[in-house]
């Protein structure tokens, strides 16, 4: 069987998960950039890493069509985002939306999701989306005075931070084996 591994990572963090996933299962990573080189189009096994911009994975229209096309093969999707790992504290809820959101369960039944908290870094950001987050800290500011949720990751981001660990990794692993 035969598996590829397209990333799409703007700030570095999925592509650190990517390159690391590559190493454990012995194969490379391709930047989303060279998508068309992954081997994607043929591959038993599709894994597709990318990161949650606006409520939605980056890069998922292209997957997307790669699923329909392909309908016999086996996709997964990791997002990666800044949330935490899902805890009591932070649960899973809110990044199930964002794949629902982007991938709809009743229109990719057998699509397998999982969440790895990568980081987050103002400065690695193209122009457009530290306008949108500049926006976004103000609309937190307000929603932090009453949640402390809110002001723990506001505090977070506007700190900047890397929470990449391979570890987080681990399901994904176990179910690209099983």
């Not at 391709?30 to 038993?44: E, M």
């Not at 890493?49 to 939605?56: E, Q, V």
Request: hydrophobic share 45%; proline share 5%; glycine share 6%.
């Amino acid at each position: 069987m035969s598996t590829a591994i397209v990333y799409c990572s703007q700030t570095g963090f999925t592509e650190t998960y990517a390159h690391w996933l590559a190493e454990e299962l012995g194969i490379d990573a391709v930047p989303y950039s060279r998508r068309a080189h992954s081997g994607a189009q043929t591959a038993d096994t599709v894994v597709f890493m990318s990161w949650f911009h606006a409520g939605g994975i980056k890069g998922a229209a292209w997957f997307k069509s790669l699923m329909d096309a392909r309908p016999g093969a086996r996709y997964v999707v990791v997002g990666v985002g800044a949330y935490p790992m899902p805890s009591d504290d932070w649960p899973q809820s809110e990044t199930d939306a964002a794949f629902e959101h982007t991938f709809p369960r009743d229109r990719y039944p057998a699509l397998a999701h999982f969440y790895c908290q990568g980081g987050f870094d103002f400065d690695r950001l193209c122009a457009l989306d530290k306008i949108a987050m500049r926006a976004f800290f103000r609309m937190q500011a307000r929603q932090a005075q009453t949640d402390p949720r809110i002001a723990f990751a506001l505090d977070a981001m506007k700190k900047g931070f890397d929470a990449t660990d391979r570890a987080n990794l681990e399901p994904v692993v176990a179910y690209l084996r099983a």
